[in-house]
């Protein structure tokens, strides 16, 4: 299936979605140093650097799905909470580009901050925009009067495409993602499909992780961590446990483990030692402020973040027991959010770190991508011969949308 990803940033959500079997005809990406990271990874031809504003739509043909993840920082729980006053705000772009290609399904993503009931009436238009995504006129320009057409509507007196469009707040730790990273995933279906779409059941949890760790001790064994080394039992976790096994008696939790950084960072050298890997060198300087103490190796990270507001380096460091942190490297962060070994991160440390923070973990994408494809074959519609889509190579002359949002 032709997929078209708009906001690509370094391509973890592009990533996850080829693993899953789709076939990118086009990536857009506006900042050069994620532009760059996207040429190191994946077709340079296919790769549109600019404005997503600039970017022509109508030289695509044949796209079935359409991918992305908006600017969140007008949503985000450190930012400014602007919203869609927020001139970042990409959703009104991504909407068009849903009614004009017309895909058979699409993804986006953004981060928990869209939730908040600050932003409810926003969020209702979003996902209305969506459903009725033909609605949207150039007679009204504020949202909110868009959005109280839109409430109007009905399938029955809409004549226009429709899409069945469903939302989840996310804890990629809950698919195997070894951070405890919470975003909204947004998925629509065209109605005419008639696909049934559910999000891809849960694979890991807390509890199996707990039960590994304290009931039967596998994961100290698995790690080779002597006894004296382990945390110590408190009463906290001595009443935990033994609420687990009564639980579960004889059987252990169903799910699988959380992943931790442990588990993730184990085969790593050390970043001070002779090891030859590129993107693995130590950075000093790490320290904890109020609130910014670093993911702790026996847990799954806490989320990677995107640095542009807070403390310098944010929660991108490592605790270790003793007490002492030290900055994650570019090589464990993008093992933190999933991405190959052999991926590329282009740019100094904190610019990599910014497209890192800002990326859909690789594995979380895949595991959406499969289901979707796998929901899209179960449809009865006559599937059309694929064209191979025209890429545009330059810049185009930006459409005026500003009367139409």
Request: proline residues 5%; aromatic residues 10%.
């Amino acid at each position: 299936m032709n997929s078209l990803e708009l906001f690509s940033g370094a391509g973890g959500l592009a990533k996850g979605l080829e693993l899953s079997g789709l076939k990118h005809a086009a990536l857009v990406e506006s900042n050069k140093h994620a532009y760059a990271s996207l040429c190191e990874n994946f077709e340079p031809r296919n790769i549109f650097f600019g404005d997503v504003r600039d970017f022509n739509l109508e030289m695509l043909d044949n796209i079935e799905i359409v991918a992305g993840g908006p600017p969140c920082q007008p949503f985000s729980l450190g930012g400014k909470h602007k919203g869609e006053q927020d001139d970042r705000d990409m959703f009104p772009y991504a909407i068009r580009a849903i009614e004009k290609l017309k895909p058979k399904a699409f993804i986006f993503e953004n981060v928990k901050g869209l939730l908040r009931q600050t932003f409810a009436d926003y969020f209702d238009y979003i996902i209305l925009s969506l459903t009725y995504p033909n609605l949207i006129t150039k007679a009204i320009f504020d949202w909110r009067q868009q959005l109280d057409e839109l409430r109007k509507v009905s399938r029955h007196s809409y004549s226009g495409t429709t899409y069945n469009v469903q939302f989840k707040l996310i804890n990629s730790a809950n698919y195997g993602v070894p951070q405890t990273r919470e975003r909204v995933i947004i998925v629509g279906i065209r109605s005419d499909l008639d696909c049934l779409w559910s999000f891809p059941a849960e694979t890991h949890s807390s509890e199996k992780l707990f039960w590994d760790m304290y009931v039967t001790g596998e994961y100290w064994e698995k790690h080779k961590i002597c006894k004296s080394n382990r945390p110590l039992i408190d009463k906290l976790i001595e009443d935990k446990s033994f609420r687990l096994s009564e639980k579960y008696g004889a059987f252990e939790p169903t799910f699988m483990a959380w992943q931790t950084v442990r588990d993730t960072l184990h085969n790593l050298p050390n970043p001070q030692s002779n090891h030859g890997i590129s993107d693995h060198i130590f950075r000093n300087g790490a320290r904890i402020y109020p609130g910014h103490t670093g993911s702790t190796l026996d847990s799954p990270a806490k989320t990677i973040k995107a640095g542009d507001h807070g403390v310098p380096g944010g929660e991108n460091m490592i605790r270790f027991a003793d007490g002492k942190v030290r900055y994650l490297t570019v090589c464990e962060a993008k093992l933190l959010q999933t991405f190959p070994p052999d991926f590329v991160i282009k740019g100094v440390w904190g610019e990599a770190m910014r497209q890192i923070g800002n990326a859909v973990p690789v594995l979380l994408a895949e595991k959406i991508g499969h289901k979707l494809i796998k929901t899209l074959d179960t449809h009865t519609l006559k599937i059309p011969v694929v064209k191979s889509p025209i890429v545009p190579l330059f810049r185009q002359e930006r459409s005026d949308l500003s009367n139409t949002l």
